[in-house]
């Protein structure tokens, strides 16, 4: 079976800044990818181009095997997308705004009371369903964008920055989904939380100043921390990787 | 459902969840009232037609346009959902064309509500109602071009205040090329056929044609070209924005 999400060789440049620099990135179905980085490193960029927010400015990405450049209504099929930040449209009821998603996705009329159901019940938003979304709390609001980008049950998850903004029982909660869906679907998440990486993810993917500098499991990620570290070896891990090399301290 | 509907459902609907419908509609019918009686003086006139309303028009549309079509692309890039809705599997195509279409029937809506003056002048004398077949059409027309370069102009930028600028700028330009005085201006150091170009792709020249009450293919075409060529402009920059 082909990878759901094969991107090879991105290259991303806004005027002279090169922002993604040769990033490659391959997932399959079950697995969650972590997707991380200092600030300004790239991740939203390259998850803009893996959604085809953004086109590359070189290099291709199939999604389920289409191209995306080629084909990029059936490619956007099989994805649902969390945007940084969760954006959603502020006037409109958390039902309203899920049933025009589905209705933009063509999923069939009949089927999009079961499918709103069914995605209110596994985000739990049954409390605020019929709420105005600007009238909501961010931990709500993000859990609106997860629904969004879940309505259609699809195969591949891309989502930037899902628990930024929420406490720990919400971001608790989210990770239990995520761990749920990851057993069959393609899952990328960023995020700043390295313990969300141990705590969900089957493989991590560092990128620094453009390009991949780290893909493997959270344990060879855990391992890239000098060996007389022995508290928060992740976050010494990460930053053995990413820092500038005169500003590594360990 | 397809896709477009949903948009253009979502946006229609959008303005009735703001003061943005009621704002539009009391001042477009007000400011209708007062340049058709006051200004335009309809009882004075003795003449049983909707012209001095109909004349109106494309100056009422010169500033109320713009306020329907200013949000339709910037307050997308504003709140972060064109990234939603960029990346929904429809053609961009289909969201220009839900979101104009939107904004054409709000403005409709807007214009259908000057039936009193219809039925005042049906009531007071026997008018033309061709004629004002005709005029509501030429309005309806203009309409749609000032929304197709308001969702233009609304595809460039983040920010409100300067998509209503711009657009009023623009669509005041488009009327102005019409005027004979302006088309003076250009006639002494301009070749005839130049000024004839530029009367003929203002919105005056055909506005007023139709507004005489005589339906030309010429000035639909125009109109329906113009629109069209503005909704796919809308659609290129749109998609040639995903360039960064």
């Known amino acids: 079976m082909p990878a759901l999400i094969n991107a090879q060789n991105l290259h991303k440049s806004f005027g002279a800044i090169r922002a993604v620099n040769g990033v490659s990135l391959t997932v399959n179905a079950g697995e969650v990818v972590g997707f991380l980085g200092p600030n300004g490193a790239g991740k939203t960029t390259t998850m803009r181009m893996l959604t085809g927010f953004l086109d590359p400015s070189d290099g291709s990405i199939t999604i389920s095997g289409v191209s995306l450049h080629d084909d990029p209504i059936a490619a956007r099929r099989c994805f649902g997308y969390l945007p940084e930040g969760a954006p959603a449209y502020p006037d409109m009821t958390v039902r309203d705004y899920l049933t025009f998603i589905a209705r933009a996705r063509a999923i069939a009329p009949r089927e999009i009371a079961a499918r709103l159901e069914s995605v209110v019940a596994r985000i739990h938003l049954g409390g605020v369903i019929d709420q105005v979304i600007e009238t909501l709390s961010k931990g709500f ?66 990128i620094a100043a453009g390009r991949v500098v780290f893909d493997g499991t959270p344990e060879e990620f855990e391992r890239r921390a000098p060996a007389h570290v022995t508290r928060n070896r992740m976050d010494s891990a990460f930053r053995a990787m990413t820092a500038p090399t005169s500003e590594v301290v360990t | 459902m397809s896709a477009w509907r949903a948009i253009f459902q979502r946006e229609f609907s959008s303005y009735f969840a703001t003061p943005v419908a009621a704002v539009f509609l009391v001042v477009f019918l007000f400011l209708a009232g007062i340049f058709t009686f006051s200004m335009g003086g309809l009882f004075d006139r003795g003449q049983a037609d909707l ?69 005042t002048v049906s009531w007071l004398g026997d008018p033309d109602q061709g004629a004002i077949v005709a005029g509501y059409i030429a309005s309806a027309m203009v309409g749609g071009l000032f ?20 657009t009023v700028v623009l669509c005041f330009l488009s009327l102005l090329t019409g005027f004979p005085v302006v088309l003076e201006f250009f006639r002494g150091w301009l070749a005839p056929s130049a000024i004839d170009l530029i009367a003929g792709v203002s919105v005056m020249t055909h506005f007023s044609s139709l507004m005489r009450g005589v339906i030309e293919l010429r000035d639909l075409v125009y109109f329906a070209t113009a629109i069209a060529a503005l909704l796919a402009a809308t659609a290129l920059v749109i998609d040639w924005r995903k360039s960064g």
């Open chain 2, 147 to 166: 929304l197709g370069i308001g969702g233009l102009v609304s595809a460039m930028t983040k920010n409100q205040v300067i998509a209503f600028v711009v």
């Open chain 2, 51 to 119: 012209r001095p309303f109909f004349q109106f028009v494309p100056w009422l549309f010169l500033f109320l346009a713009p306020s329907l079509s200013m949000r339709l692309w910037s307050e997308e890039r504003r709140l972060g959902t064109i990234e939603i809705l960029t990346t929904l599997p429809l053609g961009i195509t289909q969201a220009v064309a839900g979101k104009f279409l939107a904004a054409w029937l709000f403005a409709l809506v807007g214009l259908a509500l000057t039936f009193p003056l219809w039925v």
């Open chain 1, 141 to 206: 609001k993000r859990r609106v964008g997860i629904a969004q980008a879940l309505i259609h049950d699809p195969p591949i998850l891309i989502m930037d920055e899902p628990t930024d903004g929420l406490d720990p029982n919400q971001k608790h909660e989210v990770r239990e989904l995520i761990r749920a869906m990851g057993s069959t679907k393609a899952i990328v998440l960023s995020t700043h939380i390295l313990e969300e990486v141990e705590a969900v993810c089957t493989r991590a993917v560092v």
